[in-house]
């Protein structure tokens, strides 16, 4: 049998994989509705539990439902239905891979798929809802923001779970979303970056016993952070493990929540410890100007942090450092240059520096001028079309301002500034700055500007955000017999 005919066999292991984690996703959501599925390919049928499905998902009601849908054309009106609605109420819009057609626009819909118990059509539709509400639309909680590619588009799911998962375990970083899951210790690792203690001996696990280890980290995640696990240990370490099915599994960490009474044993790691900031910036930093940098220590335990600030005479610079109580275990810091040269600034934590200490930051002369710096762009239009969910920009133009250093602030409508991290560009020191931010809720926005330690006089910024408005894709495959299903990740 040749790979495309295992491919497009029923029992091809892809279609087995995603099969049950699809399953499972799917109750996880239905147990809201009072409702469960046995089987994702005959228990979609009737429509009902599809119908039940969305409702959860989209928080939506359906007015006129067959109830009791005996005949087939029943059935029908009920799956239609429901594909209308996320055509026309969530957004979802045609798509063209190859030589297929995904669609649920009224020329190409063909509720009989459903119906008809066609699995891996139904696949195709539960993947779709899966990048739909779970993993498209959402900004997880440190997510940074990704640049977008040379057509102007922005991370595909894969790139976002691989792009956040590294910025939470930086010890072992991961390039794909199978193999190198194999082991069960970077799930272990995973599970220790979001609730620092709770698999706190993962990286003494090595790869001999990868279904304890993938077992021991599971359970405590969802035993203790509420991820359930919608792909099961002994899936995790096949060699062939699907990669939609982890994706669907590790998408939910990012909103996992650490419950009261975990069994905690945190270990001191310097090395997770993250230090930010302008103050720490090789460069635009000048004298008599705060310098100011932030140091994120959550996941490396409890321990003693220690900052040195040194002149470039050696002689030791006051640094203030403010503890803060947020989620992060944060700590803000802050130092004023008095001469030009270069500073070294060293982090220690728990007796040792962390990565990238000692940082070398050169001092300038005399600070910019604030007042000078020039701002444009749909980021900080007080009426533009900024919408939840939508990366937006705009550019800062410095270049008559003088010497310093830009830095962004970004309030959200109940006040909070630590919820959107602006992610700030510059192709080179002649060049305006690109700003780039994706707003998380519905309302005004602030955006307050920094140069060279003071805020530019016309900020802050007014900026109304929009509710959602998301465009992704829902199938309807033409038939082909001779090709396995392709989607889009």
Known sequence: MSQKERDLAEDAEWKIFQKNTFTRWANEHLKQAKSSVTDIQTDFSDGLRLISLVEVLSGQKFARVNKRPTFRTQKLENVTMVLKFLEEHEGLKLVNIGNFYLSISSDFIDSTDIVDSRLKLILGLIWTLILHYSISLPMWEGEE??????????PTAKQRIVSWVNSKMPDLPVKNLTTDWNSGVAIGALVDACAPGLCPDWDTWGNRKPIENATE???????????PQLIRPEEMIDPKVDEKAMMTYLSQFPNAKLKEGAPLR????PARVRAYGPGLEPTGN??????????????????????????????????????????????????????????????????????????????????????????????????????????????????EAG????????????????????R??????????????????????????????QQVPTTPLPVKVGPRKCYTCIFRILRSTDQPILFQI
């Open 403 to 422: 010497a310093g250093t830009l830095a962004v602030e970004i309030t959200d409508p109940i006040g909070r500034k630590d919820t959107i991290k602006p």
């Open 424 to 453: 700030i560009t510059r192709a080179d020191e002649q060049s305006p700055y690109l700003i780039e931010y994706t707003p998380k809720m519905e309302g005004e926005h602030r955006v307050t500007v920094y140069f060279a330690g």
């Open 217 to 227: 980290a599971m359970t405590a995640a969802e035993q203790w952070l509420e991820v």
């Open 145 to 154: 923001e990704l640049p977008q590619d040379d057509r102007g588009k922005g």
């Open 266 to 269: 945190p270990k001191i790691n």
């Open 286 to 399: 000048t004298i008599g100007t705060p310098a100011r940098f932030t140091v994120e220590t959550f996941s490396a335990g409890r321990a003693q942090l220690e900052i040195i600030v040194l002149s470039p005479s050696g002689e030791s610079v006051p640094c203030e450092v403010i503890k803060n109580e947020d989620r992060n275990l944060t700590y803000s810091c802050a130092y004023v240059p008095k001469k030009e040269g270069q500073y070294r600034v060293i982090i220690k934590y728990s007796g040792k520096e962390i990565p990238n200490s000692p940082y070398m930051i050169q001092v300038q002369g005399a600070p910019g001028d604030p007042k000078k710096v020039k701002l444009s762009g749909p980021g900080i239009e007080a009426n533009g079309a900024n919408f939840v969910g939508r990366r937006t920009f705009f550019n800062a133009f410095t270049a």
